[in-house]
């Protein structure tokens, strides 16, 4: 059973600092690129972030130069350190998972969410 565990939202103030973990199981992390999305109520959901299976990274111009993306493969976890947060970060953030098989099957698996709420 695949599992994508996250955990470390919370409320904080603007200015301030977050940093969310995705524990994973079930699947073998090392092959798997990782990202984490969020959804804002009413909208759709949004990349943030990804770290390739290579550790090479990409961010969403709302997030570069505050947000991190890091992957720990001894531990199965991937992190998210949120810096400088505003209120328009506030959303659900969920962890992903995905990798494309020799076949072309792209497999995709997504935790549940922790919320994010940035207000003073």
């Known amino acids: 059973q695949v599992q994508l565990v996250e955990s470390g939202g919370g409320l904080v103030q603007p200015g301030g600092s977050l940093r969310l973990s995705c524990t994973v199981s079930?699947?073998?992390?090392?092959?798997?690129?990782m990202g984490w999305y969020r959804q804002a109520p009413g909208k759709e959901r949004e990349l943030v972030a990804t770290i390739a299976r290579t550790s090479s990274t990409n961010y969403a111009e709302s997030v570069k130069g505050r947000f991190t993306i890091s992957r720990d493969n001894a531990k199965n976890t991937v992190y998210l350190q949120m810096n400088t947060l505003k209120p328009e970060d506030t959303a659900v953030y969920y962890c992903n998972a995905e990798r494309v098989s020799g076949s072309q099957r792209l497999y995709r698996y997504w935790g549940q969410g922790t919320q994010v709420t940035v207000s003073s």
């Open positions: 079930g699947i073998i992390f090392t092959i798997h690129d």
